[in-house]
């Protein structure tokens, strides 16, 4: 088993920047990928970022692409979601998950932990 816990939402500005931590513990020598998530109420959850846990690779969706940073420290079991000039419509809760299976392209249906959520809501 693998939990993982986010924390660092809040609220902040249009244009502010936000870090979402998210630190994995238990048999994190399963992982392999890591993934952030969010959801809004009236719409589906989507994949905001994603990282290999081994190499380092990386993967964004292009409504955050040159914002937000995904990034990890392996020795500690951390996962970062740097978060720059953010819009009001990246408010949502952001979910930090992680993916036994092989492959960085992956939906929300191939991870197999989640944690509980973290509020961002970025004002105008």
């Known amino acids: 088993q693998v939990q993982v816990v986010e924390s660092g939402g809040g609220l902040v500005q249009a244009g502010g920047s936000l870090r979402l931590s998210c630190a994995a513990s238990?048999?994190?020598?399963?992982?392999?990928?890591m993934g952030w998530f969010r959801h809004t109420p009236g719409k589906e959850r989507e994949s905001v970022a994603a990282?290999?846990?081994?190499?380092?690779?990386?993967l964004y969706a292009d409504s955050v692409k040159g914002r937000f940073t995904i990034s990890r420290d392996y020795a500690k079991n951390m996962v970062y979601l740097q978060m720059d000039s953010l819009k009001p419509e990246d408010t949502a809760v952001y979910y930090c998950?992680?993916?036994?299976?092989?492959?960085?392209?992956?939906?929300?249906?191939?991870?197999?932990?989640w944690g509980l959520g973290t509020q961002v809501t970025v004002s105008s």
């Open positions: 998950a992680a993916k036994r299976s092989r492959g960085i392209f992956g939906t929300e249906k191939s991870y197999d932990y």
């Open positions: 238990g048999r994190t020598s399963s992982i392999y990928v």
């Open positions: 990282i290999n846990w081994g190499d380092g690779r990386t």
